[in-house]
């Protein structure tokens, strides 16, 4: 029996289910599954088990990145984000409008729709400056619905994403799957093939270092 639902952020020592597996970050005492972090959790009713992705990291935010957060609070037409950093991710009103997320010389590229958000929704979303106080303000958000998110080291996100976007090309193209990588270290990652994405990913990150990964992950995705 699970007592939380998917994707709700959790505090360490809550108790999140009994009778269940537990996976990464949670332990167990007696039949009963605790959190062992503040993060976000994962459920797996197929294999009847929970994980929590921690929401506490050493990334350092900088002007323009395109990073992943998760909505923790709310205040005033504000969402606050946790972004996996000692900085707060800001995203008010006019942020939420949506500003520029590619070119245009920092101008307003497009305009979207107001949107609503919930505690726990997953968002893409861009570092539109970073102030003394610590707030990272950020602008044109984008709901990631469903899916899944891990973790990995913010310095191999660039690895992850390639030279030229070689390597996030091809896990896409090959998995058919929808995979968003943030520069602060989260990945999302939606399809059937999920699972093969992010051991993809894990050996990506573990062998980063090892010349002719591209082509050991290409072996890997096709077969």
């Known amino acids: 029996m699970f007592f939380i639902k998917n994707r709700e952020v959790v505090l360490p020592g809550q108790e999140l289910g009994e009778g269940v597996g537990a996976g990464d970050n949670c332990f167990m005492e007696g039949a009963k599954v605790f959190s062992a972090v503040q993060g976000l959790v994962g459920v797996d009713k197929n ?3 929970v994980k929590v ?6 990334y350092t935010p900088h002007e323009r990145d395109v990073i992943i957060g998760v909505v923790e609070d709310t205040f005033m037409e504000r969402y606050y ?16 409008k949506a500003r ?18 919930e505690l726990g929704d997953i968002l893409s979303v861009k570092v539109a400056s970073v102030n003394e106080v610590n707030e990272c303000v950020l602008t044109g958000p984008y709901k990631l619905e469903g899916g899944m998110i891990m973790e990995i080291s913010p310095k191999k996100v660039p690895r992850v994403i390639g030279k030229n976007k070689s390597m996030i090309t091809a896990l896409r193209e090959k998995t058919g799957c929808r995979v968003v990588v943030g520069q602060n270290g989260w990945a999302w990652v939606k399809g059937k093939n999920a699972d093969l994405v992010a051991g993809a990913i894990r050996k990506i990150e573990e062998e980063a270092h090892i010349s002719g990964l591209t082509d050991r992950i290409g072996q890997m995705l096709d077969a």
């Open 53 to 58: 992705i921690p929401l506490v990291g050493s």
């Open 100 to 117: 520029d997320r590619g070119g245009g010389r920092g101008r307003n590229d497009y305009r979207r729709p107001v949107e609503k958000y």
């Open 47 to 49: 294999r009847n088990a």
């Open 81 to 96: 984000l946790n972004i996996r950093s000692a900085y707060e991710g800001v995203l008010d009103e006019g942020g939420n």
